[in-house]
Structure formats: C-alpha cells, structure tokens
C-alpha cells in the first residue's frame, strides 16, 4: 500500500506557502481596494481548503506515530517468541546427543552412571518439561521466556493459571506489552534486593474479566508510588526510564480495563491488571 | 492582443518550461524534451486564455496551477496527489523570484507594479529577468543534483525515462 499520508502532508505544507505568495503578488498587483476583495472568496476557499488539509495532516501523523508503537511493540512480541524458539530448538538439538549416551551407556550395562547421568539431564531440562502453557500463544512464550530469566538471575518464579487465557479482543502485540512490562519490572525489583527473591503471577477468571496479578518482592518507594503511572517516573534514578507503566495503563485503558498497584506487609509489591473478556470463552483449564 | 501573444510565445513558454523542469527536477522525476515542450505549450497557452479574461492575477495563478496540475496529471500519468507536489514547487519558486524581482524593481529602481504589469516594454524586460534567475536556478539545482522530495523511488513509472 501506498503511503498517502506524507504526500498530504507536504501537499498542504506547499499549498500554505504557495498561497502566501499567491496572496502576496495580489496584493501587489491590486491598484483598488474593491479588485482587492473580489479575489477574497477564492483565497478564502483556498484557506478553507489548506485548513481541512492540516486537519487530515495532523490525523494522519497521529495514525503514523500510532503505527510506529505498534510496530514496536510488535517486534518486541517477536523477540518473545523467538527466545523461547530458540530455548526450545537449543533443547531438540541435545537430545540426539543425550540419547546416543544413553544408548552407549546401556549397550555399556554401566547402570550407576546411567541413572546419574540421566538424572542430570532430567534436571537440565525442567525448565522444558514445566513449560506453563496458558491458552494463548502470546502469553505462553512471554512468561516461559521470562520465567527463565528469571531463574537464571536466582528469582522463584511461580505461576498460577486458573483458567485458559482467551482474550480475543486484544491485539498480542498489547498484550505482550502489558505482561512482558509488568513482568520486566518485577524482575529487576526483584532481583535487586539480597534476601528473598520471588515473582508469583497469577491468572484467574472473574465475571467476565481476566485478572492478571502480578506479585514480586520489594517495598516501593512511597513517594514514587502515586505517580508511578506517569510518563518518566521510575524508582530507578536513570535518564530514559519510567515509561512502561505508562504504556500499561494506556493499553489497559485502551481496552477498557483497569490496573492498580498495592504494597503488602511481606514486602512485595502486588500489580494487578484486569482485562475485560469480550466473548467470555474461558471454560477450559489450563494446562 | 498582439501584446498578449508575444509575451505568452516567448515569455510565458519557456516560464512554463523552466518551471516544470524545476519541479520535477526537485522531485527526482525524469521526462522526455517532447512531453516538457507540450505541457510547456499547453500551459502557456492557457496561460494566454486566462490574461485575454483579464481576471484577477490571484485567481489567474490558482487556475493557472490547477490546469498544470491536470495537465501532468494526463500526460505523464501521474496519480494525483503525487502529481499536485511539482506543481506547488514549480509555482512555489516562480513566486518567490516573481516577489523578488518586484521588490527590487519596486525599491531599488523605483518602478511601479502596475507598470510592469501594463506596458509591454516593462513586462518584458521584467519576464525576462524572471526567466533569467528561474534559469540560474534551475542550473543551481541541475548541477547540485538537490531533491526537494523523491517521487521516482515509489515504485511508480513516471513519464519516460531518458
């Protein structure tokens, strides 16, 4: 498809100019005053028309900085799904070579190093034998990629998923930019402080609403927390950040939902977002 | 009237001329001499029309650009909303050097506009430093090989290539 939208926009920005002058010589050329107004019906058709040319301008540079966002948050859903892609293509890829010890190892009868080594290799692979499947796509590579990064980073990561996730009505490019936010923060809080450190998510199913929540341990700066959902207000003291709760909200109200944060006395901090549902298919449990 | 023909033959034309090579030059677009002299032609012999209704010289410049506009429209097959962007430019720096000689003619050498627009020796020698600066600019812009926005990359066969 073709791209309109920068044509209109240089075609009003030269149609402004171009009348100016146009306007100018007019004047100039003008010797009475009444020749002079004769022409202002047309010049003000011309205004008329520049001014409903800005307008559609201005619209369509909002669609395309809409556009870009969504481009964005596209490939970071993208980037998601290719990581845990690649975890499990990394996975398949030792199996032959796992299998092939085995198999020496049985023809071998060297039964004690059997059972050690498969022990070991069963370890290796829990992260693909506890892959949380959730119902949606989406989802499903977004808390498996991040449940492993967060396990390497020594956080304990729990999910509990009540019902299958159908949320037809949003775009996965949202909602992977809600989650994977939410998820992102709770991993750098969490991994920040020494003692204890754990990511509960929950999933449930009320009233026709899908409740996300997502819990991690570490006390929020009081001051911080009331404007935590402005744009460029972060705990973290660093140029640039602050703005991912920002984009939350905006999403999560875009769709009519709603998101709020609380504290709790066993220091963690609990963000819970609630989606509605529009077709209200969530009857199946997750796996 | 005789007036009227001499400044559209040899004033308006190459006006015409010089200005739609500076806007398809500006933007990137490539077309035969053939299509350049008949748009040129068609141009300024509407151009010529136009004076004989002695309207107003505003409204003669907005016919004026949309008769251009149309004209690349059909010859070159352009699509419209494309084709609107070298008419602008080209009318555009026709009237920035139109306002330019004026001012001088009008400050510097003491000479009315209703002069330059009446009597044919002053309309004249007043065409032809306009087409002498919209020349110079044209080179500026053929030897700089500036472009003000490139049309010819879309995809889109425009006019013929040399």
């Known amino acids: 498809m073709e791209n309109k939208n920068k044509y209109i926009i240089l075609t009003t920005m030269l149609i402004q100019s171009t009348l100016l002058i146009v306007i100018n010589c007019t004047i100039i050329d003008t010797s009475t005053l009444e020749a002079l107004k004769s022409s202002m019906p047309i010049f003000n058709i011309m205004i008329l028309i520049t001014t409903v040319l800005m307008l559609l301008s201005l619209k369509k540079a909002n669609s395309f900085i809409k556009k870009e966002t969504e481009l964005e948050l596209v490939k970071s859903n993208m980037k998601n799904t290719e990581d845990l892609l690649n975890l499990l293509r990394t996975q398949r890829h030792d199996y032959l070579s796992h299998i092939q010890a085995i198999e020496s190892l049985i023809i071998l009868k060297e039964q004690e190093e059997l059972e050690e080594y498969i022990k070991g290799i069963s370890k290796e692979y829990r992260i693909t034998n506890e892959m949380i499947r959730l119902g949606n796509s989406v989802l499903t590579a977004i808390i498996n990629t991040k449940k492993e990064i967060a396990e390497k980073k020594g956080i304990v990561f729990h999910v509990r998923c009540k019902n299958k996730v159908s949320l037809h009505g949003i775009n996965s490019w949202e909602l992977s930019s809600i989650i994977s936010n939410l998820i992102e923060n709770a991993i750098e809080e969490a991994s920040s402080i020494e003692n204890e450190k754990w990511i509960k ?5 009320v009233y026709n609403n899908f409740v996300f929540e997502i819990e991690n341990t570490r006390k929020i700066n009081n001051e911080i927390g009331d404007n935590i959902f402005k744009p460029g207000v972060s705990s973290k003291n660093a140029a640039g950040r602050g703005y991912g709760l920002f984009i939350v909200k905006n999403v999560v109200e ?26 209200g298919a969530y009857g199946e449990k997750a796996i | 009237m005789t007036d ?6 040899f004033l308006s034309f190459p006006e015409a001329i010089i200005m739609l090579l500076i806007g398809l030059k500006l933007c990137s677009i490539r077309i035969n001499l053939k299509k350049v002299l008949l748009i040129s032609f068609i141009q300024a012999s509407v151009a010529f029309l136009i004076k004989l209704t002695n309207i107003n010289f505003g409204i003669q410049s907005i016919v004026q650009i949309i008769t251009f506009w149309v004209l690349i429209i059909l010859i070159l097959k352009m699509k419209s909303y494309k084709a609107i962007v070298p008419v602008l430019i080209g009318f555009f720096i026709d009237g920035i050097i139109q306002q330019l000689i004026i001012s001088i003619a009008n400050n510097f050498i003491k000479i009315d506009f209703s002069k330059l627009s009446s009597e044919f020796e002053y309309t004249f020698i007043y065409s032809l430093f306009i087409l002498s600066t919209s ?10 090989r500036f472009i003000f926005c490139d049309l010819s990359v879309e995809g889109e066969v425009i006019g013929e290539q040399k």
């Open chain 1, 201 to 205: 998510i929950t999933i449930s199913y």
């Open chain 1, 254 to 279: 875009k769709y009519n939902g709603s998101i709020e944060f609380k504290t709790t006395e066993k220091n963690s901090i609990i963000f819970k977002v609630i989606l509605p549902s529009e077709d």
């Open chain 2, 4 to 9: 009227f023909i001499l400044i559209s033959m």
């Open chain 2, 135 to 144: 020349l110079f600019v044209l080179l500026i812009i053929h030897k700089t």
